[in-house]
């Protein structure tokens, strides 16, 4: 396990070379919707004033990329050393019988937490103590049982 960790923090600074790369070349139109660009009058923008914004982008992203990928590999270190079990996964099993996704499940798991679906998915599937893996997707979480192929939106309640 450890040797996989590794592997995947040697794999996240190869990637964030290559992200950093390719942002300092990157133009409004990559950084920018269409409705963002119109919100900030970007066609009246001169040419040196679209540049500097551009700029200020590159650095704005690069910056918090750089924030967000130095904490993933602090968390990377720490879950290699044992001082963190995991830094946005949890790995355990739903307490008892799970009989799917209804809409408005609520699971309860061996770890004692208890977590809702907020994400509509319906699927009947009938499991005795299944595995979940519940993972930060973006600002929420999403979990992945056993037997399901799709992970589905979920809340922690306790």
């Not at 990637?15 to 133009?27: C, D, E, F, G």
């Not at 270190?77 to 079990?85: A, F, N």
Request: aromatic share 10%; glycine share 6%; charged share 25%.
């Amino acid at each position: 396990m450890m040797k996989v960790t590794a592997i995947t923090v040697l794999f996240m600074l190869l990637v964030s070379s290559t992200l950093a790369q390719r942002l300092k070349n990157a133009s409004p139109d990559d950084m920018l919707t269409v409705v963002e660009k119109k919100a900030i009058g970007f066609d009246k923008l001169t040419s040196e004033e679209q540049e500097n914004l551009r700029l200020i982008l590159v650095d704005s992203y690069d910056r918090a990329y750089k924030a967000g990928h130095q904490k993933g590999v602090e968390d990377a270190i720490e879950y290699m050393q044992g001082k963190l079990i995991s830094p946005s996964v949890i790995e355990t099993q739903i307490e008892d019988d799970f009989e799917g996704w209804d809409g408005e499940t609520v699971v309860k798991l061996l770890n004692g937490q208890i977590w809702e679906q907020t994400e509509y998915y319906y699927e009947y599937h009938y499991s005795f103590m299944p595995n979940v893996l519940i993972y930060k997707s973006g600002l929420s979480y999403k979990m992945r049982v056993d037997g399901i192929a799709k992970a589905v939106g979920v809340v922690r309640l306790k």
